[in-house]
């Protein structure tokens, strides 16, 4: 096994995905048949109750650093030093509302990396330096919830104003309709909550997508990048706070 190179990329079949607590037990079996093991994430009590087993809003990883609120850095330790990673607790506490709420949902891609910036976790801004990434500061906090990325330039989404700095970046950008995807106490959650890529060309949802008003779009988007779906439950895609690589077999 090996870290991942490219966070949310891998380039070889993911070994292991952190997974919310909340959905652990409905995913676990699933990911298991795609001989991938999940690893739980801790429930984040000092968020939203309703989005607080989302591993995308309480911890960022990048090759073998695991930034994370610092409420659970010692839960996560428990659960993923064994593997060889370093655990870096943030430099402020995680509050429970909006933007304070948003530190560790970044998405790096290709040569960016995109956020909020001025409520990215410092820390995370300090290491993406040594990374030669461009910064991209976005409108949308919720960055990772709100994309879901296919490969160094190809991305889903239904941000407009993401999808237009994307597409002037030179990204191959899917622009889809908000909506369609569940989150118990939202009205709808996000594409990119809803899954994970699981290998250079393969990527899994939490359940299907055959409701959404742009199906065949995507199902078109994800043939032309070659990268073929796997739906983990049979039941109406939800969002899970991401599905998260963090290794892949060598």
């Known amino acids: 096994m ?33 001989k991938i093991t999940p690893i739980k994430s801790p429930v984040f009590k000092q968020t939203d109750a309703r989005v607080s087993s989302h591993p995308d809003m309480m911890m960022f990883v990048c090759k073998n650093k695991v930034f994370c609120a610092p409420e659970i850095k010692k839960e996560l330790h428990t659960s993923l030093s064994s593997y060889g990673f ?47 990434l461009q910064l991209i500061d976005v409108a949308q906090g919720y960055t990772k919830c709100s994309v879901a990325p296919i490969a160094d330039k190809a991305l889903i989404t239904a941000d407009q104003k993401i999808a237009g700095i994307c597409e002037k970046l030179g990204f191959d950008v899917l622009l889809i309709r908000e909506g369609f995807i569940d989150l118990e106490g939202y009205p709808y ?34 043939d032309k990048h070659k990268v073929k779906p796997y739906w983990l439950t049979q039941q109406k895609a939800f969002d899970v706070g991401s599905i998260i690589p963090i290794l892949e077999y060598d």
Do not use: W
């Open 2 to 34: 090996k870290f991942l190179e490219n966070p949310f990329l891998p380039k070889r079949d993911v070994s292991h995905v952190v997974v919310g607590a909340q959905y652990f037990h409905i995913l676990r079996d699933p990911l298991h048949d795609l």
């Open 86 to 132: 370093e655990l870096l607790a943030g430099e402020k506490e995680t509050a429970i509302n909006y933007p304070e709420n948003i530190r560790f949902n970044c998405l790096p891609i290709g040569s960016f990396f995109f956020h909020k910036l001025n409520h990215t976790d410092p820390k995370i801004l300090y290491d993406v330096k040594f990374l030669s």
């Open 189 to 222: 959650g996000f594409i990119g909550g809803c899954c994970g890529m699981i290998g250079q060309n393969k990527i899994c949802f939490s359940g299907r997508l055959d409701h959404h008003t742009d199906y065949e779009k995507i199902m078109l988007f994800l």
